[in-house]
Nanobody, 112 residues
Framework: QVQLVESGGGLVQAGGSLRLSCAVS??????MAWYRQAPGKQRELVAL???????NYVDSVKGRFTISRDNAKNTVDLRMNSLKVEDTAVYYC????????WGQGTQVTVSS
């Protein structure tokens, strides 16, 4: 059974930092990603990393967020610095290739 379990969300003031972690069991994905969904908005891709280490970010988080993965531990992290109120969302971990699997999501709330 494939499982993706996120942790690390919470409440932080604008300008602060958080680190999200996603632990994967039951599969090894070639591509891991973090998505987010704010209230009333569509889910959007935040960052993506391949097993080989290729990385992409949405423009709005470039220079502030860092995605990383530990292939030995089968985990993927998202380090978020200089957080803004507009980063408030539920953050989801997604594993792809093979298949597509989502975690349950973790709330990130940034206060002004």
């Amino acid at each position: 059974q494939v499982q993706l379990v996120e942790s690390g969300g919470g409440l932080v003031q604008a300008g602060g930092s958080l680190r999200l972690s996603c632990a994967v069991s039951g599969s090894i994905f070639n591509v891991m990603a973090w998505y987010r969904q704010a209230p009333g908005k569509q889910r959007e891709l935040v960052a993506l990393i391949t097993r080989g280490g290729s990385i992409n970010y949405v423009d709005s988080v470039k220079g502030r967020f860092t995605i990383s993965r530990d292939n030995a531990k089968n985990t993927v992290d998202l380090r978020m610095n200089s957080l803004k109120v507009e980063d408030t969302a539920v953050y989801y971990c997604k594993g792809m290739a093979p298949g597509e699997y989502w975690g349950q999501g973790t709330q990130v709330t940034v206060s002004s």
